[in-house]
């Protein structure tokens, strides 16, 4: 796997050479845009505003405009030189409890490969994270943007992933939320019951994107020429009031096992 940076990370007076390697792994259809009158490939024309006339990649350059149509071309090496330290360290900054961190901050994860050389104090900062169940906090600049990350143990190998500043979240009074309604105790009791039925071991290998499953089937179809059968869903009507609420929770832990069973069928086929 290709490393998407090199540097170091910084822990305390330590210097740990290190790479980071994505570690998504992205599989989408790739769609092409054609014109439906005779299916000729839609092609994009980078174009000079000025002359009309379509400009190479290598003569393109980024640009930051500091008043109305005044530009400063800015270079791979400015981008690089600007923080030489920022761009070519982990800086560790402070670290917390691996409880602490909501999962909304999580943004993007990378896995961390020690270089050579940095094999022991790797082995010692993440054996240290897990006898401790701390996360670190640090951050990198990749390519031309500075981030937030954190740092973690899973497993035998050090997951760098970068982390939402709090700036970027929405907050929450912007939202609409239910006001000042109770619930009573049988209602949670159903509902708490209902949870504990359909809880199981976390088992990431058992899910798959069954959408793309389902959209190529469709694409194979349609180029082989076959008829579709649509699937016809009917809507589901919201459960707003409590005798409908308590009905349908009965109802879901009553058919409960079955859908378990549907779930170890799902698992065994994925495996």
Request: glycine share 4%; net charge neutral.
């Amino acid at each position: 796997m290709r490393p998407v940076w090199k540097g170091a990370i910084s822990f305390g007076l330590v210097n740990i050479p290190v790479d980071l390697v994505s570690a998504e792994q992205k599989n989408d259809l790739k769609f092409n845009l054609i014109d439906s009158r005779d299916e000729s490939r839609i092609r994009y024309e980078r174009v000079n505003e000025e002359t009309g006339e379509e400009v190479p990649w290598d003569q393109i350059v980024k640009a930051f405009e500091f008043s109305d149509d005044n530009y400063v071309i800015v270079t791979d090496e400015d981008f690089a030189r600007a923080d030489v330290k920022a761009t070519k360290t982990i800086d560790i900054e402070t670290f917390i409890e691996r409880s602490e961190l909501a999962l909304k901050y999580l943004d993007r994860p990378y896995y961390i490969q020690p270089q050579k050389g940095g094999e022991k104090a790797y082995t010692l900062l993440r054996d240290a994270l897990i006898k401790t169940d701390k996360i670190a906090v640090s951050r990198v600049v990749i390519r031309t943007r500075a981030y937030l990350s954190a740092i973690y143990p899973e497993g035998d190998v050090l997951v760098l992933n970068l982390i939402r500043f709090h700036q970027e979240l929405r907050a929450v009074e912007d939202l609409k939320l239910p006001g000042d309604i109770k619930t009573s105790k049988k209602e949670l009791d159903l509902a708490v019951k209902l949870i504990n039925d359909m809880t199981e071991g976390w088992d990431p290998s058992a899910y798959h994107d069954e959408y793309r499953e389902a959209l190529m089937k469709r694409i194979k179809q349609k180029a082989k020429g076959k008829g579709i059968k649509e699937e016809v869903v009917e809507e589901i009507a919201p459960a707003d009031n409590v005798v409908d609420i308590m009905d349908l929770l009965q109802k879901s832990i009553d058919k409960g096992p079955a859908k378990k069973a549907k779930s170890k069928t799902t698992k065994k086929k994925t495996s």
